[in-house]
């Protein structure tokens, strides 16, 4: 499976952006998906996931209530729009598919069961 990532981009305070990741080859669609970002100096953290299907899905708190994940199987991609963005949501975003035996609980915004990972996408936003 290859995951790329893109949307990113420079932003003021209070704008929004959408990120998508593209999934391709192996069978991703009946996967769950994570959003984390790294922000300079600081660990990768989770920031949203989404359930294969799509009906579940979970939110950092930081984020909850500003961006929503979604996805869709047919067209292979997983969304996360990002509205009322803050300075402190600059960050590199990353997807990850989520490879743990069953998708809940705190395992869902662990970094270690994700895997593959696309490449990032930059977004800054300005205050």
């Known amino acids: 499976v290859q995951l790329q990532a893109s949307g990113g981009g420079l932003v003021q305070a209070g704008d929004s952006l959408r990120l998508s990741c593209k999934f391709s080859?192996?069978?991703?669609?009946?996967?769950?998906m994570g959003w984390f970002r790294q922000a300079p100096g600081k660990e990768r953290e989770f920031v949203a996931g989404?359930?294969?299907?799509?009906?579940?899905?979970y939110y950092a708190d930081s984020v909850k209530g500003r961006f929503t994940v979604s996805r869709d199987n047919a067209e292979n991609t997983v969304y996360l729009q990002m509205n009322n963005l803050e300075p402190e949501d600059t960050a590199i975003y990353y997807c990850?598919?989520?490879?743990?035996?069953?998708?809940?609980?705190?395992?869902?915004?662990?970094?270690?069961?994700?895997?593959?990972w696309g490449q990032g996408t930059q977004v800054t936003v300005s205050s």
């Open positions: 990850a598919l989520y490879h743990g035996l069953y998708y809940g609980g705190d395992t869902i915004r662990e970094t270690k069961t994700y895997n593959p």
């Open positions: 080859g192996g069978s991703a669609s009946s996967a769950a």
């Open positions: 989404i359930s294969w299907t799509g009906s579940r899905k």
